[in-house]
């Protein structure tokens, strides 16, 4: 019996201690994670403040300088466990690194208690746009299972890979059952999962016009119509955009004439299809021109005029219907032609 308590006790302190260990690399994935998805969402949106909720609780003022410092700790952070996981950070810097990443933690969680009672639809922001599902009570516990691994690195020595497999299955468990528990509390799996099996139709497909202008310059109708266009390239006339296709107008001349370069791009990250046409206004108004002229000439000239219909016959009418009645004279008949004029008869002696 005991034998089997030390054997037992001894396989609980090894899943202790690599429980613990786990913690740092851990820590400094999601960190960066969470780092490159709010850098992902600034880039995609032209701001650096969007995609952290947090900050929504500060005067707008200060969104900006509170969004940089927030992805400036979670990047420095993670990068600083990284190289303070083994012997070259070993002692003091390692222990500040990880008393600053658990202090980051709890203070995540008081600003998403305060952000989920002020505006309940706000999201996190945790991991950038995957981050929009209002703040609930995963989100919280969540921040607080981190905090009490970033507590639970404190004096853990340097990291060193397994010595047998049995050292190797304790690390890769303990690891695999603290990702599904993550996994649980984190409402982001879910919009992934439905953004993997959803195709997002196009008419309302966000892109920047910063990526169709790309799009537009590497492709080979930009190379044809570019040596007649007058405006700058970063800086085209009017772009608009019409379901699933972004217009992009630029300033040309051909033949000492003003005209107008279309480019349509299809709104597609890669590989975009382009279209492009000229717009000739001084063309197209002299044909608007002739078109109204001669609209114009058609109605001026008069509707031909119908001879009235009457019930009384005329006396051409009668003449011939006397006419197409053969006479029969003692030597000579007279027949009507039916396809001649009225008047035109023909004669033809009696056999």
């Known amino acids: 019996m005991g034998g089997i308590e030390v054997f037992t006790a001894d396989r609980v302190a090894d899943v202790i201690t690599a429980a613990r260990a786990v913690q740092i690399p851990l820590l400094a994935v999601l960190l960066l994670g969470a780092c490159a998805a709010k850098a992902r969402r600034a880039v995609a949106t032209r701001s ?20 940089i410092a927030l992805f400036t700790a979670e990047f420095a952070l ?45 999201g996190c922001g945790c991991f950038g746009d995957l981050s929009d599902t209002p703040v609930s009570w995963q989100s919280l516990t969540r921040s607080a299972l981190l905090c009490g691994a970033a507590a639970a690195t404190f004096g853990v020595p340097p990291l060193h890979l397994p010595a047998n497999a049995i050292q190797a299955a304790v690390v890769l468990s303990v690891a695999a059952a603290e990702l599904l528990l993550l996994a649980f509390l984190s409402p982001e799996i879910g919009e992934l999962m439905v953004r993997l099996g959803y195709s997002e139709p196009c008419e309302v497909r966000r892109l920047p016009v910063s990526r169709t202008l790309a799009a537009l310059r590497a492709s080979s109708h930009w190379r044809r119509y570019r040596r007649i266009l007058t405006s700058p390239e970063d800086e085209p006339v009017d772009v608009w955009r019409e379901g699933c296709w972004r217009y992009v107008v630029y300033q040309g001349q051909v033949a000492s004439r003003r005209v107008d370069v ?65 006479h029969r004279g003692p030597h000579r008949t007279v027949h009507h032609v039916p396809h001649q004029r009225p008047g035109i008869l023909r004669i033809s002696k009696r056999l």
């Open 48 to 67: 650096i403040a969007a995609g952290t909720g947090p900050t929504a609780m500060f005067p707008v003022r200060l969104h900006k300088p509170m969004a």
């Open 262 to 326: 279309v480019f349509a791009v299809y709104l597609k990250a890669r590989r975009a299809p382009v279209r492009a046409g000229i717009f000739d206004a001084t063309a197209d108004k002299r044909a608007r021109e002739a078109a109204d002229a001669a609209a114009a000439l058609e109605r001026s000239i008069p509707a031909p005029r119908q001879a009235p219909v009457s019930s009384h016959p005329t006396p051409v009418a009668a003449s011939a219907r006397a006419h197409s009645v053969p």
């Open 78 to 122: 993670g990068i600083g466990l990284l190289l303070t996981s083994g012997r070259i950070g070993a002692g003091a810097p390692a222990l500040a690194i990880r008393i600053a990443t658990a202090l980051l933690f709890a203070m995540g969680i008081g600003a998403l208690h305060v952000l989920r009672g002020r505006q309940p639809d706000a």
